[in-house]
């Protein structure tokens, strides 16, 4: 490496960037690209990437190339380095042909230091014409995780990038991520041909979140109550599954005096852009929006993201809660969760279109999101541990705050998967529960349910509390809903254990979702 790398480098960041020091990894990536190596970057949202590649662009000769998915973004990018005296520009579909063949001319004679392109675009024979007559410092993809074909940001025009390394061998490579389980990483470096390139993962812990799942009752009241004891002028996002769902909660919050705007992908875009527009412009303020909203926002004082359904994997429930707090302020990530949302999961995946490979991956992707719901311990070591990190307890969570009750549930379960075997197990939730509460309805006396051996034996606990019981049962593999045959409750192998009493489960203790109460602060 050249000696006098290091010292320019810190000169760029202090003289251009205006920061006294490199922030965790920044220094070696910046070191390390600048002298023409390959990187591939997985540091959490608010780490820093974006110098990661920017320094290393200025230091080398010719122009950075930065591949974005977030057309949306490149504007006010561009606007914040031109603040700093970098000179960058974009192209895209959003601006004129003449206005592109300027930004060309200023690539090829090398007049610009960074250029903000989109994967389709720079896939253009043009294009890569353009690069190819042009001296190129470094070719950066951010948001890598977009070639990911499991992840939700897949976007098909990622994958050919791997041309990149075919058509320009000697042009380092940068790609960037805040993603960072172990299945996505392997595939960026497979798909995007970086499987030499040097891997730097920063820690994924963003210690002043706090991380809350509470039992879901009625999720839309929780919510209010969530917002205005610990919130009450904050601004936040809330993320909900259907639009539909995201129109009503956000007239709701409205209604009960708390400023809330919807986003979702059947919204017009100018009514879209003005609601995003404001969020990122104003103070006090609740962004309620299906996951198309967030990728690439940039706002640091978000003080909170709910959930009202549950995400589809721990990435997804990462970067979104990622949005929290980016500024290092205590922020909270809160989540209501309950029975319906693992059914209504399970059955997304039973119906999807997805082979069975998919399903698979998908399967396997919605249980580590279970597990963390359900778990007994600190939910940042389950989270961190998803992402191939080991730590201990970190104070800052509901169960290391308020560590749950669990008790031993291997009675209350047998009772629940033998009252699944007696019906045949071709019942749904409502009439097991109703089965084993004793309950008198026209559907057990029409099946004389009432002379099963089951029927009453659950008659010491709520509604409510069975259902908690049964959901954990489903978390846990223990029963499996049937959507073909009228969501009827199955048997899976792993309850024969249990039922012959080999093998003992620990629940949570149901807890009556109440008044959101006030956890000690963090600070
Ligand atoms: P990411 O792309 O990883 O989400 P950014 O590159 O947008 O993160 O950086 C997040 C924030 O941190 C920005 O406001 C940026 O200016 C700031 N930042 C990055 N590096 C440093 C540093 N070394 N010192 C101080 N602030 C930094
Ligand atoms: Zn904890």
Known sequence: MDPGLSARALDQLQTVFGYPAFRGQQKEIVEHVASGGDALVLMPTGGGKSLCYQIPALLRDGVGVVVSPLIALMQDQVDALAEVGVRAAFLNSTQTYEESMRIER???????????????????????????????????????????????????????????????????????????????????????????????????????????????????????????????????????????????????????????LPYHAGMDYPKRSANQARFLREESIVMVATIAFGMGIDKPDVRFVCHLDLPKSIEGYYQETGRAGRDGMPASAWMAYGLQDVVLQRRMIDESEADETFKRVLSMKLDAMLGLCETLSCRRVRLLEYFGEQSTPC??????????????????????????????????????IDVLRGVETDRIKQWHHDSLSVYGIGSERTEAEWRAILRQAIALGLITVDHEVYSSLKLTDAARPVLKGGQKVQLRQYQKPVKQKRAPSAS
């Open 106 to 260: 200023l690539v090829r004679t090398g007049e610009i230091d960074l250029v903000y392109v989109a994967p389709e675009r720079l896939m253009t024979q043009r294009c890569l014409d353009l690069f190819q007559a042009s001296k190129i410092a470094l070719f950066a993809i951010d948001e890598a995780h977009c070639v990911s074909q499991w992840g939700h940001d897949f976007r098909p025009e990622y994958i050919k990038l791997s041309i990149l390394h075919e058509q320009f061998p000697d042009v380092p490579r940068i790609a960037l991520t805040a993603t960072a389980d172990q299945q996505t990483r392997a595939e960026i470096a497979l798909r995007l041909q970086l499987g030499d390139a040097r891997q730097f993962v920063s820690s994924f812990d963003r210690p002043n979140i706090r991380y809350q799942i509470v039992e879901k009752g009625n999720g839309r009241k929780q919510l209010l109550d969530f917002i205005t004891t610990e919130h009450g002028s904050d601004a936040g996002i809330v993320y909900c599954l259907s639009r539909k769902k995201v129109e009503e909660t956000a007239d709701f919050l409205n209604e009960n005096g708390i400023r809330a």
């Open 395 to 432: 104070g800052n969570c509901d169960t290391c705050l308020i560590p749950p009750v669990s008790f031993d549930g291997t009675v209350p379960v047998q009772k629940l998967l033998s009252a699944i075997y007696r019906v045949d197990q071709r019942f749904a939730a409502g009439h097991v």
